[in-house]
């Protein structure tokens, strides 16, 4: 698969994700997240749709997208919902 998000990846019946994929996935948007707090930036509406994969075949080249609703962060945590309801 070439270029998409994760929920048409979840949602392609042909697509085939494997464990190792899966895991490669998530690890690097893991490591997006800890890059934004870094910086001090919260996305506040990370979902499937949000998650954009380059190529399957290389599934670290994970982008994030929709900043609309980012927030830097401040010393206290707004905790409430925030972003889209899936």
């Not at 070439?2 to 994929?21: C, F, K, M």
């Amino acid at each position: 698969m070439a270029g998409g998000s994760l929920r048409a990846l979840l949602q392609d019946p042909n697509a085939v994700i494997t464990d190792e994929t899966a895991a490669s996935i998530i690890q690097s948007t893991c490591n997006a997240l800890i890059e934004m707090n870094l910086k001090n930036i919260s996305h506040n509406d990370l979902k499937p749709d949000n998650i954009l994969i380059k190529d399957l075949a290389n599934p670290a080249s994970v982008k994030l997208a929709d900043f609309g609703l980012a927030q830097t962060m401040g010393n206290q945590m707004d905790i409430g919902q925030r972003g889209t309801k899936l």
